[in-house]
């Protein structure tokens, strides 16, 4: 059985490995954190009102997951509900955000999900089927750790661009995420589940499964906003 510490460890490389991926494939990768390079306020405010749609959709793998883990490890599930319960009201906080550019929740709710966003929440709901809660808290897994390392950069930046005021929603989540160590709290659950019925390679597979949908979702924002505009330019 892997020990808490080469759990840390060997997450990590893995997380190194796709966020290297992430910025060698995925055009703009950089341009949430690049401090260098003006925001483009298109791209950032629809990849803002898809964290709102992402939220909401998770909020049910979440649920599925809760109820396969009070079978698999109570006191894993204890602290899951308490997280869980916590994230179902993050939307708020970007919502807050965007009624600064002028986009009111029913702009929100016209908004079509992107593909890649329906593919990965099909995927969480049947892997949670057909192998237990594991999926839902390696996806939380994989948003925290970007969240702790890239969240707080991204925020300052759109908040050099607009005000305070803007980012007060997303600087308020990384402090939450931040100040209860979301992160540590994910990897904790997942050691105890591995001792239950998995093993670390599994957990790498998820981990993959779900960089891989993200990428998709990057692109797709990129080529929705970006490369649209500059067609429209040309024409």
């Known amino acids: 059985m892997i020990s808490p510490e080469e759990l840390y460890r060997r997450l990590d490389e893995v997380m190194d490995k796709e966020a290297e991926l992430f910025l060698t494939t995925v055009p703009y990768a950089r341009h949430l954190t690049d401090v260098s390079e003006p ?4 791209y950032y405010i629809r990849h803002r009102i898809e964290t709102v749609k992402r939220i909401r959709m998770t909020s049910k793998t979440d649920a599925l997951a809760l ?3 009070v079978q698999e490890d109570y006191e894993s599930a204890r602290h899951w509900s308490h997280y869980t319960a916590q994230e179902l009201s993050h939307d708020i906080l970007y919502l807050q955000d965007l009624r600064k ?13 992107f593909h890649s966003t329906e593919q990965m929440v099909r995927y969480l709901e049947n892997s949670i089927v057909d192998v237990g809660s594991l999926p839902a ?12 390392r890239y969240s707080g950069t991204a925020v300052t930046k759109a908040e050099s661009h607009y005000s305070a005021e803007h980012v007060a929603g997303a600087r ?4 939450i995420d931040s100040d209860l160590d979301h992160y540590s709290m994910m990897v904790d659950i997942v ?15 998820l981990l993959e499964t779900i960089s891989s949908f993200f990428r998709d979702y990057f692109r797709e924002l990129y080529e929705e906003t970006v490369l649209a505009m500059s067609h429209q330019q040309v024409r």
């Not at 925001?39 to 298109?42: A, C, D, P, Y």
């Not at 550019?101 to 999900?113: F, I, L």
């Not at 808290?137 to 702790?148: G, Q, R, T």
């Open 39 to 42: 925001l483009n306020e298109r």
């Open 172 to 175: 308020a989540h990384v402090l």
């Open 101 to 113: 550019h002028g986009c009111s929740p029913a702009d929100v709710d016209a908004v079509d999900v």
């Open 137 to 148: 808290v390696v996806y939380s897994l994989f948003v925290e750790w970007n969240s702790a």
């Open 191 to 205: 050691h105890r589940l591995l001792t239950r019925n998995a093993n670390t390679q599994t957990v790498i597979q």
């Open 67 to 69: 109820a396969k883990m």
